[in-house]
DNA sequence: TACAATTTAATTTTACACAATTTAATTTGA
DNA sequence: TCAAATTAAATTGTGTAAAATTAAATTGTA
């Protein structure tokens, strides 16, 4: 690549992860409306769904969030009845995060949020899952220690 | 993929574009800190650099970006003094936008930012050219048309 | 045992994102 | 020509993100 296309907009992997990440969103806000959940809060959903409780750690290592951005999140979500948050009796800094019924019952409407994706996208799901594990790949070869 | 996995978030193509996008966000924020601009401010920089002159809908239009989110942004780079914001003459409604010495100074020290993802992914840049087409072509197919 | 170090979550601050709405300017069509 | 429709940017309101900081609890070590 010559260095003046270094700087070129459409030469950069960071704005069409970026641009793509908020299209993805943006596709999935009506649906979502429906459910009454932000995007965000799916994914927190998401995780609940597959594991009996959580705590709010667990949740930023999952969706790699801190507690400045969940525990407001979780604390709407709860007001909204999709959860409660407790303090664990044994480690009171640890809050355990667990769904209600309400929470749990949500998940039979969110099939249509995934399947809107694919659909809209019309790849086979080999190709799907090869883009998930170079993704996957990547977000780890992002992470590793900044050798400054 | 089995209907249970359709809700996995580790098969969700939605939740590891969102999470790379952040984690390349959060490589480059060190270097974007010391050019004194945020990862939006970025992009925006890297379409004036491109472009003589702009305005608020063209950059919304190449950052899918609404005046929401541009017209705080370019203020706070107005009075950083990194660009200039003119109403037009000929149609008022018009705002045009271009980069002050100042602005366009910055662009000498901007290589390091794309050239650290490259050196932390290690990869061709076939590769990454390959990808880069992917997630464009993925952008346009989630961007069409609801059929709703 | 006492205290320093570390951990967990909460809080504070700043900057986005985006839907909805408003304001002002321009264009369109009768 | 003029009102209706459309456009461009600004504003309003809500919900994230993330760095920095704080408060409380727990762990590690002398």
């Given at each position: 690549m010559?260095?003046d ?15 793509l ?12 409306d429906?459910?009454g959940?932000t995007?965000?809060q799916?994914l ?9 409780s959580s705590?709010?750690k667990?949740?930023g ?9 969940l525990?407001p ?11 409660r948050r407790?303090?664990d ?20 409407n969110?099939?249509c ?6 659909k809209?996208l019309?790849?086979e799901?080999?190709?799907v899952?090869?883009?998930?594990a170079?993704?996957r790949?990547?977000?780890q070869?992002?992470?590793?220690q900044?050798?400054?």
């Amino acid at each position: 690549m010559k260095k003046d296309d270094l700087l070129k907009l459409d030469n950069q992997l960071c704005f069409s992860v970026y641009a793509l990440s908020r299209e993805i969103t943006k596709l999935y806000r009506p649906l979502l409306d429906e459910l009454g959940v932000t995007y965000p809060q799916y994914l927190v959903l998401l995780v609940l769904w597959e594991e009996e409780s959580s705590t709010v750690k667990h949740l930023g290592e999952r969706l790699y969030l801190d507690s400045g951005t969940l525990t407001p999140m979780l604390k709407r979500m709860e007001i909204a009845g999709l959860l409660r948050r407790d303090r664990d009796k044994e480690d009171e800094r640890t809050v355990r995060i667990s769904l209600t019924e309400k929470g749990e019952k949500l998940r039979a409407n969110a099939y249509c949020i995934p399947e809107s994706l694919l659909k809209r996208l019309g790849s086979e799901e080999q190709e799907v899952d090869r883009l998930l594990a170079t993704l996957r790949g990547m977000i780890q070869q992002v992470q590793q220690q900044i050798p400054n």
